[in-house]
């Protein structure tokens, strides 16, 4: 673990900040316990940057070692402020302009790191002063899906305007998301149409009429494991399997499906449904509940039986979440016009990727060229689809 002395600030009284790049596979105990603590600290819940999740990524997913575990902490024995992947990239799209962005992998719906609530302005100026004089980062750090407005979103705002810079946004998508103080029974009339409801009804009775249908929620004592290869069997049979683009297609990808399942089962924060047919899995979905937030992380189900809608059905059942007086809200963490999700879902969650530039002269030079090639390109992009449009 090698360590980079930060300026120290008064937000953390016992000793100034450091930042510790880390290595994955070798967390002392109390790394790894501080870790843990932090996501119950966290400004704004995110899986996918939580241990039990981020820790078998790196391990499995990025086997080229691109990604650093970078750590914000007091020195010493103090707690820790902040946890984020980071990542040299060699290209921008198609420029070849060397730059840093936060890791992620295909699975990876959430780009927001872990960082101690009331922390955010802190955490982002010790990590972007760090990156300033890190020899392997350059013009500018990359931030995907960072929730639009949210506390880390506002910080990073704020502190990059502090360093005579400006936040670019360069990308940004709405997806499906659950928030409601209405009960399942209430919401579900609310947002599916009478129309529909009655053919979901319809489309379940006649279900039931083929055998016994059942809906069952994983529970704490049981083992994952035969519900995981339940998911891993029924997604590989559907149209992602046929495409090899199934989480069984590739053994990185089943493995680490495999250790995140288990180890969210471990940590309290699995939560996997399933509808079957005479114990046939029919539909299957796997959340992530991150207290005030929810993750509905993985969705699969029998296409032989899609005429029955067995995903919605599912999808019903799961409203029960709703009822959970830990949970606020949940993303869908599916793609923006979801044809399925958004039609139950009537919320929406909107993400951003932004651009914060690095402190060097030549940083600068290059991000606001940059800044200015992006505004070119959006302008001239509206102008051709106008022209096309007439």
């Known amino acids: 673990m090698t360590v980079h002395p930060a300026f120290p600030t008064s937000a953390a009284d016992a000793a100034p900040l450091v ?32 241990r039990w999740c981020l820790q078998p990524a790196l391990h499995l997913l990025d086997p080229e070692r691109r990604a650093r575990l970078v750590m914000v902490r007091a020195d010493g024995a103090g707690p820790l402020i902040g946890v984020m992947p980071l990542a040299p ?21 959430h780009g927001a790191p872990l960082v101690r609530a009331g922390m955010e302005r802190i955490f982002w100026s ?8 890190a020899p392997w980062a350059r013009t500018l750090l990359h931030v995907p899906r960072l929730t639009e407005d949210g506390p880390l979103h506002r910080a990073l705002v704020d502190v990059a305007r502090g360093r005579d810079g400006g936040v670019e946004t360069v990308h940004n998508e709405e997806r499906a998301l659950l928030a409601s103080e209405l009960s399942p029974e209430a919401y579900w009339d609310e947002a599916v149409r009478a129309k529909k409801r009655k053919e979901l009804r319809r489309q379940a009775n006649r ?12 529970q704490s004592d ?35 499906f495999r250790a995140v399942v288990a180890a969210a089962a471990a940590a309290g924060k699995l939560d996997m449904r399933l509808l079957a047919l005479d114990e046939r899995p029919l539909a299957m979905l796997v959340n992530f509940l991150c207290p005030p937030g929810g993750f509905s992380f993985k969705t699969a189900f029998d296409e032989e039986f899609a005429r029955f809608s067995p995903g919605v059905l599912l999808q019903q059942a799961n409203l029960d979440l709703l009822g959970d007086d830990r949970i606020d809200w949940v993303d ?7 044809p399925m999700i958004d ?35 959006r302008r001239w992009k509206r102008a051709a689809s106008a022209e096309n449009n007439l």
């Open 19 to 50: 930042v510790r790049v880390a290595d994955p596979l070798s967390l002392s105990d109390e790394m790894a316990a501080a870790w843990d603590r932090l996501a119950d600290d966290a400004s704004e819940p995110n899986p996918f940057a939580e």
């Open 89 to 109: 990239v060699m290209k921008y799209g198609r420029l070849p302009l060397r730059h840093v962005t936060g890791w992620a992998h295909p699975n990876h719906f």
């Open 126 to 133: 010790i990590l972007l002063g760090w990156c300033d004089a």
């Open 207 to 218: 279900l039931a009429d083929q055998g016994a249908l059942s809906f069952r929620r994983w």
């Open 222 to 256: 049981e083992a994952a494991a035969p519900w995981i290869d339940a998911f891993l069997d029924l997604e590989a049979r559907g149209w992602k399997g046929q495409a090899g683009s199934a989480l069984a297609s590739h053994g990185d990808t089943e493995a680490w």
């Open 332 to 338: 869908s963490c599916a793609a923006p016009d979801h």
């Open 343 to 377: 039609s139950v879902w009537h919320e929406r969650r909107r993400l951003v990727w932004v651009n914060a530039p690095l402190a060097g002269g030549a940083d600068r030079l290059r991000f606001t060229a940059l800044v200015g090639a992006e505004k070119l390109w």
